[in-house]
Structures are given as C-alpha cells and as structure tokens.
C-alpha cells in the first residue's frame, strides 16, 4: 500500500498512455533531491511493467508499487 509511506512529490498521470506517465517521473526526479520519495498515480495497465523496468534502468528504487480497482500507485525514492 503506498500511503503507507510518506512521499515528498505526487505525479498524477491517470488517464494518460505510455509514455506520458513514465516522461513526467522523469520530469519530476530531476526537480527533486537524492533521497526524496515521489508517488506516482496511474491508469494504464501498462505502467506496472513500465515502472518495475524503469526503475531497474535508472537505479530509482521501486519501494511500492499497488492496484486499487483500475486505478495503480508507485512510490519511486531518487537515487
């Protein structure tokens, strides 16, 4: 559950297609500091896979990642 965990930024990407959810996490990592956490809300089912390759190819640890109904939640901490 990723309001379990506190966040310091929120992306909200819901209602848009790949690749627009995984362009505004970089968008909003490069705003912030090493250590700093984002959450990040999206629709397409398709950013599971997405987030879990993404943070794997730019070493952003994935700390959470959850379904609610069609609705998914990740929680990336900046490397």
Same mark, same amino acid.
């Given at each position: 559950?990723?309001?379990?965990?506190?966040? $310091?930024?929120?992306? $909200?990407?819901?209602? #848009?297609?790949?690749?627009?959810?995984?362009?505004?996490?970089?968008?909003?990592?490069?705003?912030?500091?090493?250590? @700093?956490? #984002?959450?990040?809300?999206?629709? $397409?089912?398709?950013?599971?896979?997405?987030?879990?390759?993404?943070?794997? @190819?730019?070493?952003?640890?994935?700390?959470?990642?959850?379904?609610?109904?069609?609705?998914?939640?990740?929680? #990336?901490?900046?490397?």
């Amino acid at each position: 559950m990723t309001d379990a965990i506190a966040h $310091d930024v929120e992306v $909200d990407a819901r209602g #848009l297609n790949c690749p627009l959810p995984i362009l505004r996490t970089k968008k909003a990592l490069n705003a912030m500091t090493s250590g @700093q956490v #984002l959450r990040i809300l999206a629709t $397409d089912p398709g950013s599971v896979r997405d987030f879990q390759a993404f943070s794997r @190819q730019t070493g952003n640890a994935l700390l959470a990642s959850s379904a609610e109904g069609e609705e998914f939640h990740f929680l #990336l901490r900046k490397k």
